[in-house]
Each structure stands twice: as C-alpha cells, then as structure tokens.
C-alpha cells in the first residue's frame, strides 16, 4: 500500500492553507446543503409559517399605521429576523459537530485551527443567502415589491447579510459554550424573542413604553428598517434617535457584536486544549 | 527534531483540574510498530493522557515527545504524525464515506487527485468499498468505526491513537475493530489503546500500562501482569462439604508454580491459579471422577478488571470520578441523524473468557 507522504509545509505558507482550509471546510457545508435540502426547508419552517401567517391570516387586521402596507412592513422584518435567529443554526451545528468529536479530529489534523472557526462563518453567510434567497421568491409570491431600485435593494441584502455573519460569531461562541447539541436547541429560548422584541412585525412606538425601548435598540430593528428604506418602504416610527438612524446603527450594530464576539469565539476555542 | 528511538516519549505528566488531579507525574515509552494498551475503569487518567499526547490538551507539568516532536512546543508538528479515533466516530454524517475522507484528506493537506486516491485505498483497505458512496449515516457501528480509523490513517501516522474505540460496539463489530487494528501494525505504526477491557488489552496490546485516578500503578505485558496480578484460575464447585478436602488435594496437582489453592467453605468451592487453562480443566475433571469426587460446577476464568484493580490498588475499579475530560457522549435525542446511541457498553466487570464445562 502506497502511504501518502507527509507534505511540507513552511511558515509563510500558513496564510495560503488558513484560506484554503477554509475553503474545503466551506465547500463540504455546502455539499451538506445540496445533499439535505430538508433542512434548509426545516431552518425556513418559522419564517414562511410567519409570512404566511402575517400576511394572510393578521395582516388585514394589522394597522402599523401612516397608510403603509402591511406586507410591505412585516415582509422585510421577516427577512431581518430570519436572519437575526440564524445564529441559533450556527451555535447547533457547532456544538454537534464537538459533541460528535469532529472538532477533536479537526484539533488533532495540521489543518490551519483558524479554518474551522471562519469555514463555519464563511459557510453559515452563504447559507443566509439562499434562505434569503427563498424568502424573497416567497414574499414576491405573496406580492410584496421592493421599489428603490437595484443598488438599494443589493445594499438591503447586504445589511442583512452583515447582521448574520456578526451574529455568526455569537454563535459559534454559544455552540462552544454549551455542553451538547440538545441545550443548543434550547437557544431558541433566547433567538425567539430576540428576533420579535424589534421592529420586525409592529413598530416599537406602539408597544408599551419599556418594551418599546428595548425593541428599539435590539439591533434587529435597526437592520429591519433600514431594509425598509431601502426597499422604498420607510418604516412608521416615533422618531427617536436610535429609529431616524436606522441606516448606520445597521451597519455599527453588527460591528459592535463582531468586536464583542469575535475575541469570546476565538477565546472559547482556544480553551478547548486547557 | 529531537533524536529519539520511541514513537511516544512522555516524563512525568500532570494534568490538574482544579483540585483534581485528572494525570499526575506520568511517564510513558511506546516503540514503533508496537500496541501500548491503557488500562483503566472511568476517571482513571487515560483520555486525559491521550488528549495530551494528540495535542489536544496543555499539559500543566511534563513533557512529551510524540514522532519525536514536542507536543507543547510544536503542536503542529505533531499533527502530521497522528491518527485520533476517538471514543465517538468522528464523521461527517451528512455525508458519503468516500466524501468524509477526502474531506480530511484535503485538510491533511493532500492534493485534489492525491486525496482521492487515498480514499480509494482506504476504502478497499477497511472493507468499505461498497458502502463508499452512502451517507455515513446509514452505516452500522462497526462500518462507522473502521471508517474512522480509515480517516485517521490517510497520512499513514506514526502514532494512532485509539481512545475506547470499541465502547458501545457489539462484539461483532468489536471483532470487525481488532481486525483492522491489527493489520495496521505492520506499517511500523505505533498504537496507542485506552480500554476499560482487560480482554481488549490483553487480545491488542504488547504492553499494558494500568491506570488508577491519574496515577500509573503498573506497566508491563499483559502475560506478565496477568501472572503477576494472578491469571487464569480453576474453579471447582463440589456438591458436599465432605468432597472439600479431597478436590483441594486434585487442584494442588495443577495448581502452578509458587501459587496455592484456596477454599471457600461456605460457597463449597475451591479456586487455584494454573498456568495451561486447558490441560488442568481436562486433568481435574478427569481426576475428579475416578476419585467419586461430585462435582457442581467446574470452570476455568480468566481474573476480570476489577480483579486486577482489588490486586492492585486495595480497591474497586468504579469508584473512580468521571474522567472531566471525557466528551459528552451524543444523546441520541439530539441527533439529527437519528441513529441512535449504539447499545450501552458491556459491563466491563463482567467476567471475560470464562469457560464453564457443566458436568
């Protein structure tokens, strides 16, 4: 039998397999997703059951006020909380992947330690732009059209897209947090009303005052009616500071958790090997 | 690269947990192409010691030379030079077998085509050919252990270290895991085993080092500790007290060199140690009818784990803390493949080798 040999390896070749590793991490997440469609089905579960549930079923009743459509306030929060929950996906994947000892065989290989933590983010943000994806080809079913034309609308996704890869590092550092895949699941617990005490389905303004202010500074409310703007369809709000600066709070939000979470994430799998 | 004949090199180990001491001053030489076994019951140091070795884990004190590499030092190194199998497959369930080891192929940092290649190898290697292109979650315990194994000898390591890698196996796979570890041993492969079994250690290793709450207590053959520690005994059951006197007179015929029977009165039993389990088991039986001397029950058994612990250390093998090291075990109700946890492993204290000849 032919052993392979041992490939060399010299220093200044880390950064090339620090990409490349991730790159072949990245690229078997993505055989993950073509080989089980169901599960991106099953990711998807809340959002279409809330879109359809919303439109459909509330939305006649739903008056958010200044003569603005329904479909065209709850969809793109819909879009902002699918991907606020997304980290839930990451933290679960994570602590399986551990649990199963994948992680210690990856510890254990001359891999570049980086890949497994930035394959991870690199694979989930790809993954949030299908289910984006999706979710879009949904909301034109159901009539919902964005009008700010091309840059805007690439610009609304890219917001979105931001706020999943920060809250990607959350979720890797809970995934290495918790002690199995299961108390993962729990975390929903947590990403469920982090994703609805917003701005995603009514206007904080018309919440009791102190959940009002917390959904206000949840950063998915300031993602959410970005988007909004961006896709023509500015969000009602009382005008507070945190809401007439929607825009930059979307992109200094997801900066703020990625300088929090980051360092923690690395930290977190740096303790695995104490 | 220090200079060094041994696969594995470690002085004086010591791994603390807060007031735990998970390996405490442990020293270890494994010689290329050799199997050292590590013996122990749960919270005895072993995965500990193996999670040092394979660059897991930071020592607190010691050092430790693996492929003569420092694992501290140059972790990196070392990893070019192990194969992990840990206590649970570590596979991409998601995927094919053949996928699963091209995958760590590539991150073993082979080439597209080289990968690919030595996936085919391993494939037909471990028996896997034709289960290469289904999802490893269809695979059975034993298919998904050999495949792990395969994952771990894509670089054709220098050490393979195997943490438990039969708990939870039925013994069919269990047989299925021996096998290919075996006929890994003729690549110059040094083996590195944890068990609970002292079956498994005395079938796989040439040498055994036992381990007690993180402190080696003994390190020699498994011939040699078992005749130290006591090996294979007789056991005669006879059906009145009276027959007592004259069975004990009949196993001092085969009892071995420097050993002595013993009775146990109330169980109407007597027990020697004997070096040919087969020639006194045939011998006693035989004597034993010609004298009329009425037998219950008459067996030869090898001494279990827990023997050997009470021999060793004055107590019993589970007394042990859980290992903190040990990874949590997957709850199969957390498990999207839904596979299910492979069927709780077998008693270790169970008896192992036992040969009863009714009468």
């Not at chain 1, 979307?250 to 695995?272: C, E, G, N």
């Amino acid at each position: 039998m032919s052993a392979a040999t041992v490939p060399a390896e010299a220093p200044e070749r880390r950064l090339y397999w620090a990409i490349a590793d991730c790159l072949t991490v990245v690229r078997n997440e993505l055989v993950h997703i073509a080989r089980q469609p169901s599960m991106l089905a099953w990711q998807l579960g809340f959002p279409i059951v809330s879109v359809l549930l919303f439109v459909y079923v509330f939305g006649s009743a739903m008056d958010v006020g200044a003569s603005v459509d329904y479909k065209d306030y709850a969809l793109p929060g819909m879009f902002a909380m699918t991907m606020a929950q997304g980290f839930m996906n990451t933290a679960t994947i994570v602590a399986f992947t551990r649990q199963l000892g994948v992680m210690d065989r990856y510890r254990s290989m001359p891999m570049a330690p980086s890949a497994v933590v930035s394959g991870r983010g690199v694979a989930d943000v790809l993954g949030a732009s299908l289910d984006l994806a999706v979710l879009a080809s949904i909301a034109l079913v159901v009539g919902w059209r964005p009008h700010g034309g091309v840059p805007r609308i690439l610009a609304a996704f890219a917001l979105l897209l931001l706020l999943r890869f920060a809250l990607t590092w959350v979720g890797v550092y809970l995934g290495l947090l918790v002690p199995n895949a299961e108390a993962a699941g729990n975390l929903f617990a947590v990403a469920l009303p982090f994703g609805i005490v917003s701005s995603v389905f009514t206007p904080p303004s018309m919440m009791p005052q102190w959940l009002g202010t917390v959904a206000m500074w949840n950063p998915v409310s300031s993602t959410a009616n970005a988007i909004r703007d961006l896709f023509g369809d500015p969000a009602p709000h009382g005008g507070s500071w945190i809401e007439t600066h929607a825009l930059p709070m979307a992109m200094v939000w997801p900066l703020v958790i990625t300088a929090i979470f980051l360092p923690l994430a690395v930290r977190r799998f740096q303790a695995l090997g104490r | 690269m220090e200079t060094t004949s041994h696969a594995v090199l470690a002085e004086g180990l010591t791994k603390r947990y807060g007031a735990t001491c998970a390996l405490d001053d442990f020293d270890l030489t494994v010689a290329p192409g050799t199997v050292q076994g590590l013996l122990g019951p749960n919270g005895a140091g072993k995965t500990t010691a193996v999670r040092i070795l394979s660059t897991l884990l930071r020592p607190d004190g010691g050092r430790a030379l693996v492929a003569g590499h420092d694992v501290a030092k140059d972790p990196r190194r070392v990893r070019r030079h192990i194969g992990l199998v840990g206590q649970n497959a570590a596979l991409d369930e998601a995927v094919t077998g053949r996928r699963n080891l091209i995958l760590f192929g590539r991150l073993f940092h082979l080439d597209k085509r080289r990968a690919a290649r030595r996936a085919d190898e391993l494939l037909e290697r471990f028996d896997l050919v034709e289960a290469a292109d289904r999802g490893v979650r269809q695979y059975s315990g034993g298919m998904r252990r050999r495949l792990d194994l395969a994952a771990s000898m894509i670089l054709a390591p220098t050490v393979l270290f195997l943490d438990e890698p039969t708990t939870g196996l039925d013994p069919r796979a269990r047989n299925e895991v021996w096998e290919a570890v075996r006929s890994l041993l003729a690549g110059g492969t040094a083996v590195l085993l944890t068990t609970q079994y002292l079956d498994e250690a005395d079938k796989l290793a040439d040498r055994v080092a036992v381990l007690d709450r993180g402190r080696k207590i003994a390190d020699d053959t498994p011939d040699r500790l078992k005749r130290e520690l006591g090996g294979d005994r007789i056991e005669v059951v006879v059906r009145e007290a009276a027959h007592l006197q004259p069975a004990l007179r009949v196993l001092a015929l085969v009892t071995e060199a420097g050993g002595e029977p013993l009775v146990d009165a109330e169980e109407r039993r007597v027990t020697a140690p004997v070096e040919d389990r087969v020639a006194a088991l045939t011998h006693v039986a035989r004597v034993c009818r010609e004298e009329g001397i009425a037998i219950e029950d008459i067996g030869v058994r090898r001494p279990t784990l827990d023997e050997v612990f009470l021999r060793l250390t004055g107590h019993r093998a589970h007394e042990g803390d859980p290992d903190p090291t040990t990874p949590a075990r997957p709850d199969p109700s957390a498990d999207p493949g839904g596979r299910g946890d492979p069927s709780a492993p077998p008693d270790p204290s169970a008896p192992s080798g036992k040969e009863v000849a009714h009468r």
